[in-house]
Nanobody, 123 residues
């Protein structure tokens, strides 16, 4: 099982980035997917999740209205479009495949994790 996240980088506050994560189709086509982040010295934090068919999504309050999660079923790719970035968004962002057809805010309900991609927002 492989998950590969990409698209991170350094951006000024107010800027935008779009992350992507591609999973093995066999493991993700009928599963929800999610994005989590971890800042230095802090625990893992839920960011956004999306259902297996993209029909429903969840967002952390801290990113609602700024971030958008979407997925491309054919390629088993999930995206996280991040707008109006803030310095507090600085973290390593990781994608994960949920145990069920729907994403969740709890990392315990995900069983496959990919390597993260660093997002740094300067003030």
């Amino acid at each position: 099982v492989q998950l590969q996240a990409s698209g991170g980088g350094l951006v000024q506050a107010g800027g935008s980035l779009k992350l992507s994560c591609t999973a093995s189709k066999r493991t993700s086509s009928n599963n929800g997917m999610g994005w989590f982040r971890q800042a230095p010295g802090k625990g893992r934090e839920f960011v956004a999740a999306i259902s297996w068919n993209g029909g429903s999504s969840l967002y952390a309050d801290s990113v609602k209205g700024r971030f958008t999660i979407t997925r491309e079923y054919a390629s088993s790719t999930v995206y996280l479009e991040m707008n109006n970035l803030k310095p507090e968004d600085t973290a390593v962002y990781s994608c994960a495949v949920a145990r069920s057809a729907y994403g969740s805010v709890s990392p315990d309900l995900y069983n496959y994790w990919g390597r993260g991609t660093q997002v740094t927002v300067s003030s």
